[in-house]
């Protein structure tokens, strides 16, 4: 898939389908969250991986694709018990199956990945996009890969452009990427955050 058009004095965050920053988080009912505008925006932060390197990021966006679409096929099966992430895992637990609750919990990892990666990029001037991925990698889903996947992630990282080339690509004012993109991964970080914490709980165990 060719990498997303930036608009004219625009960034790469006004491309996306959805944002982060849009997807509705019920405070009264417990950090609720819209399982449609959620699965919409993971859907549209896979397109920064065709800016990272197409070809050895695709594991990588394959990896997000497979997990939000295994969330949605059970979204579309049962339309009502989903509204929300949380309802959807509580209602899939509920029939003895857990294949949108995994498929959660790795999309969430594959989401945190991202968010460190790119947050701790633009926080650190300096440091390159490798070094940056490297380190999101060994704390978020390194634990968790067999032996035979953590090559084609390594891969993935020494694929990473440098910096400047890949900022570049996110829009031409440099000050409004990172003001947009610092907004976008702040709102990432909360909703990862409130996932990790329901995904932990006992009631999103199988």
Excluded at 104 to 122: A, H, K, P, Q, Y
Excluded at 137 to 143: D, H, Q, V
Excluded at 176 to 199: D, H, P, S
Aim: charged share 25%; proline share 4%.
């Amino acid at each position: 898939m060719s990498a997303p058009v930036i608009p004219p004095d625009g960034t790469i965050v006004q491309t996306f389908k959805r944002s982060f920053v849009d997807v509705p988080i019920d405070a009264d009912k417990d950090n609720a969250i819209a399982t449609t505008e959620f699965l919409d925006a993971a859907e549209s932060l896979t397109t920064i991986f065709d800016i990272l390197g197409g070809v050895a990021f695709s594991p990588v966006k394959s990896d997000l694709n497979g997990n939000i679409k295994k969330v949605r096929d059970r979204q579309l099966a049962a339309p009502a018990e989903s509204t929300t992430i949380q309802d959807l895992v509580r209602n899939e637990l509920a029939t003895k199956k857990h294949t949108a609750t995994e498929g959660l919990l790795w999309l969430v990892r594959g989401l945190e990945f991202t968010c460190i990666g790119l947050s701790s990029n633009i926080a650190k001037e300096s440091e390159e996009l490798a070094d940056s991925f490297r380190a999101a990698y060994g704390s978020t889903l390194k634990p968790h890969h067999s032996f035979m996947v953590k090559p084609i992630f390594s891969a993935a990282m020494s694929a990473t452009p440098y910096r400047q080339n890949f900022y570049a690509k996110l829009g031409n004012d440099q000050e409004k990427v990172k003001v947009e993109m610092r907004a976008y991964l702040m709102a990432l970080e909360k909703v990862v955050g409130i996932l990790k914490g329901f995904l932990d709980s006992k009631e999103a165990k199988w």
